[in-house]
């Protein structure tokens, strides 16, 4: 690490995480990811690969999210409020 980054972060208060704190978490995310899961321990993806990924995973559950958002509202735009598929879905809602 250089010692800017490390001077930097002691003089602003905020604790100095480790290398081997960010190896952790990176393994982490790594783990959650569909895209890097599946590949064996043993292949190498760098940390700026699992943050890229992590970014692009992201996004594609917000898309995915909006998505479900719309076709939810229109379900429910097409069935009567008073309806038992109504109802079914206002407690799959809560």
């Given at each position: ?32 990811l ?14 700026s690969?699992?943050?890229q ?10 898309r ?6 719309d076709?939810?509202s ?21």
């Amino acid at each position: 690490m250089s010692s800017r980054r490390t001077s930097r972060q002691q003089s602003s208060g905020v604790p100095r995480i480790s290398d081997d704190q960010i190896i952790q978490l990176v393994s982490k995310l790594r783990q959650l990811l569909p895209e890097l899961r599946h590949s064996r321990r043993s292949d190498k993806v760098s940390a700026s690969k699992v943050l890229q990924e992590t970014c692009n995973y992201i996004r594609s559950l917000h898309r995915e999210v909006e998505d479900l958002s719309d076709r939810l509202s229109e379900l429910l735009s097409t069935i009567d409020a008073d309806s038992p598929e109504a109802a079914i879905i206002r407690s799959l809602l809560m």
